[in-house]
């Protein structure tokens, strides 16, 4: 049977009520490349493409704060970088997603810089929201778990919880966090109050990147 490439009609996406999620069947790496691009945000997981409704406001500074709180400190200690949330990451063929946050340790970092990281990063990081919480905690965290990543990181600003998944040998154990540190096995060093996420507004960066270097 032929297979027709076609391209993801984002226009009619004005019509869906928000939030929303909409899952495509029979999807192809090659049809993935060709419907996707900047203006849609979709992965796809064993020939289903998921495509999610723009983040609120609310899921986008969490996300925010916790990429610049990330990236500061692995800068300052010269352990990697951090990157998120539209690079593609690439498990294997068809499995391809785009996590809020992502973290690769300095002798891992590609260069020159990829158009997607093709690999299993050290740390992944994902900012749960009412329209995606079933599918990160399910599908995606399964996924991530089955490729071996070293540490997922789930964090619920709305259940006001963290839940931190650590690879030990072939399972994982996992930490709940709604209150005082949470802290990195990946990102030696690392912590940050689980007080700073729930709070509205969010705090100011430096100061919390001071505190977690002291």
């Not at 399964?142 to 963290?162: K, L």
């Given at each position: 049977?032929?297979?027709t490439l076609f391209r993801f009609p984002t226009a009619d996406l004005?019509?869906?009520?928000?939030?929303?999620?909409?899952?495509?069947?029979?999807?192809?790496?090659?049809m993935f490349d060709d419907m996707v691009n900047e203006d849609v945000?979709a992965e796809l997981l064993d020939g289903v493409m998921t495509v999610?409704?723009?983040?609120?406001?609310?899921?986008?500074?969490?996300?925010?704060?916790?990429?610049?709180?990330?990236?500061?400190?692995?800068?300052?200690?010269?352990?990697?970088?951090?990157?998120?949330?539209?690079?593609?990451?690439?498990?294997?063929?068809?499995?391809?997603?785009?996590?809020?946050?992502?973290?690769?340790?300095?002798?891992?970092?590609?260069?020159?810089?990829?158009?997607?990281?093709?690999?299993?990063?050290?740390?992944?990081?994902?900012?749960?929201?009412?329209?995606?919480?079933?599918?990160?905690?399910?599908?995606?965290?399964?996924?991530?778990?089955?490729?071996?990543?070293?540490?997922?990181?789930?964090?619920?600003?709305?259940?006001?919880?963290?839940?931190?998944?650590?690879?030990?040998?072939?399972?994982?154990?996992?930490?709940?966090?709604?209150?005082?540190?949470?802290?990195?096995?990946?990102?030696?060093?690392?912590?940050?109050?689980?007080?700073?996420?729930?709070?509205?507004?969010?705090?100011?960066?430096?100061?919390?990147?001071?505190?977690?270097?002291?």
């Amino acid at each position: 049977m032929a297979t027709t490439l076609f391209r993801f009609p984002t226009a009619d996406l004005r019509t869906v009520d928000l939030p929303y999620t909409i899952k495509l069947y029979g999807v192809t790496d090659e049809m993935f490349d060709d419907m996707v691009n900047e203006d849609v945000k979709a992965e796809l997981l064993d020939g289903v493409m998921t495509v999610h409704s723009p983040a609120s406001m609310r899921h986008d500074m969490v996300g925010h704060f916790l990429r610049s709180l990330l990236g500061d400190y692995a800068e300052e200690k010269e352990l990697g970088a951090v990157y998120g949330p539209d690079s593609i990451v690439r498990l294997r063929r068809g499995r391809r997603f785009a996590p809020d946050l992502f973290f690769l340790a300095a002798s891992r970092v590609p260069q020159p810089t990829p158009q997607e990281y093709d690999g299993v990063p050290d740390l992944l990081l994902e900012v749960l929201s009412p329209s995606n919480r079933d599918y990160d905690l399910g599908e995606k965290r399964s996924t991530y778990r089955e490729a071996g990543a070293s540490e997922i990181w789930f964090v619920d600003p709305v259940e006001e919880q963290i839940f931190i998944d650590r690879k030990r040998r072939k399972t994982y154990a996992t930490e709940t966090v709604t209150a005082g540190r949470a802290t990195s096995s990946v990102l030696a060093g690392f912590w940050l109050d689980a007080a700073w996420l729930w709070a509205d507004p969010l705090p100011k960066r430096r100061p919390c990147l001071r505190a977690i270097l002291k």
